[in-house]
């Protein structure tokens, strides 16, 4: 079975951009979720997408949205770039229903932003 | 609020046994996760708590109490190839949401 995948793996973009990022999930996985990875700050979650709908969201301002589509893969979008944006994101899938199985995520290898 | 504290570093020898420690605060508490990340890498996920107790898979361990709000990985005959960083998450009822700990950075030493 294929992993999480996620493309970009890198992108350098500069203040004041916009960028897109994509996450297919593990097939048959309906839940996606976003974080957002920084030295030393570890895994600040973004949000969380099942069935198409945004089931949870993080502390993030309104520049972060995403989406997902009824293939269950996923993307992320953030405008209006700004340097403390520049991190790794990662998003990771899992079965989304209820049970230990829900626990378990397994996450991309990241897309990796700088912003200049 | 919520809240999760896990120790910043740790460094034990190889063949040790190491515990890292967490301790959370959170509202609709449901399960206690630990997930491993090596450089320039993915975590992948280690285990899953929800009820009190030790639960063991391989050489690592992990033990949750809820009434302490506080859980523990233990790993047994440590290998330099566990050096890694070690990440405790809260998963909270009402939807999925896993909020993750800042991460222990395990350095295992001949």
């Known amino acids: 079975k294929a992993g999480v995948t996620q493309t970009p793996r890198y992108l350098i973009k500069t203040r004041g951009q916009q960028v897109t990022l994509s996450c297919s999930p593990i097939?048959?996985?309906?839940?996606v979720s976003w974080y957002q990875q920084t030295p030393g700050q570890g895994l600040q979650f973004l949000f969380e997408?099942?069935?198409?709908?945004?089931?949870n969201k993080g502390n993030f301002p309104g520049r972060f949205s995403g989406r997902q589509f009824s293939n269950s893969r996923s993307e992320m979008n953030v405008s209006t770039l700004e340097l403390g944006d520049s991190a790794l994101y990662l998003c990771?899938?899992?079965?989304?229903?209820?049970?230990?199985?829900?626990?378990?995520?397994?996450f991309g290898p990241g897309t990796r932003l700088t912003v200049l | 609020g919520q809240s999760l504290e896990q120790p910043s570093e740790v460094t034990a020898v190889e063949g040790a046994i190491v515990q890292i420690n967490c301790t959370y605060q959170?509202?609709?508490?449901?399960?206690l996760s630990w997930y491993q990340q090596h450089d320039g890498g993915a975590p992948t996920f280690l285990s899953y708590?929800?009820?009190?107790g030790l639960e063991e898979t391989g050489r690592f361990s992990s033990f949750l109490s809820r009434s302490d709000s506080y859980g523990y990985l233990l790993l047994q005959e440590l290998q330099m190839k566990d050096s890694a960083s070690y990440f405790c998450?809260?998963?909270?009822?009402?939807?999925?949401?896993?909020?993750f700990g800042a991460g222990t950075r395990l350095f295992v030493k001949a």
């Open positions: 959170t509202s609709g508490f449901y399960g």
């Open positions: 097939s048959g996985h309906r839940s």
């Open positions: 990771a899938s899992s079965s989304g229903t209820s049970g230990r199985s829900d626990n378990e995520q397994f």
């Open positions: 997408y099942f069935s198409e709908t945004q089931r």
């Open positions: 708590n929800a009820l009190d």
């Open positions: 998450a809260v998963s909270r009822a009402g939807g999925f949401k896993t909020i």
